[in-house]
């Protein structure tokens, strides 16, 4: 499709939001087809220069290099916000003429394994941050438009409720918990309370699952500033 629309001779940028594989799974034949700069967070260019031997979706990309604070493009010029708590690496591209949010994942719950790279107060930080950019727009990374400012704001605040939740529940089971994984019993072990696509963390492998309530832990355990 790109070849037969002749994109392959207008992409010269590439922005890999995230270092997981469905983001980056394309990379070496956008990089065979159309040669562009493949640029990612610099936290993020390890695991997709190197990618884990578990992420079967994710092909080495040797080419890709950190990106800049901004990016220009033929129309525009896009910001580059840092906005972890998905995943680390994780960035959103701001338009702020027209207020155009390419959100990534930021308003979306990571999948299996991909939890343990999830940090629960970083991800609400991240949420407050977009929300102070008050986007018109919304573009999430699995397609998803929404072309309201309300709509769009909508959108992180139910991200940054169920998050809000999730902080609360592991504030709650630690106050009587004897283990982590006591903890993330009381969290998630009857997940009917939580919307459909956040019950992903309840069927997690146990160390992602773990990992993801450990960082409410330890904002919880976090000398008072």
Do not use: M
């Not at 906005?83 to 979306?108: K, M, T």
């Not at 459909?196 to 500033?225: K, M, N, V, Y």
């Amino acid at each position: 499709a790109l070849v037969e629309r002749g994109w392959d001779k207008t992409i010269r940028d590439v922005v890999n939001t995230q270092p997981h594989g469905a983001q980056t799974g394309n990379n070496a034949l956008l990089a065979e087809l159309c040669r562009p700069r493949i640029q990612a967070h610099y936290l993020a260019v390890p695991q997709i220069r190197f990618p884990d031997e578990a992420d079967r979706d994710c092909a080495p990309c040797p080419g890709v290099v950190p990106l800049g604070e901004r990016l220009s493009c033929a129309h525009c010029e896009l910001e580059v916000h840092c906005l972890p708590g998905h995943c680390p690496g994780h960035v959103c591209l701001f338009e702020p003429g027209q207020r155009w949010l390419f959100s990534s994942h930021l308003a979306l719950p990571p999948a299996g394994r991909e939890w343990s790279g999830a940090d629960g107060p970083l991800w609400l930080a991240s949420l407050d941050h977009a929300l102070a950019l008050r986007p018109g727009a919304l573009f999430d990374a699995d397609g998803g438009l929404v072309s309201l400012e309300s709509e769009a704001a909508a959108a992180l605040q139910r991200t940054r409720d169920v998050l809000l939740q999730l902080r609360g529940r592991v504030t709650e089971a630690a106050a009587g918990a004897r283990s982590l994984q006591d903890v993330a019993q009381r969290v998630c072990g009857d997940p009917g309370w939580l919307p459909d696509r956040w019950r992903s963390l309840a069927g997690a492998p146990e160390t992602a699952r773990l990992r993801f309530i450990q960082t409410f832990l330890r904002e919880l355990c976090a000398p008072a500033q």
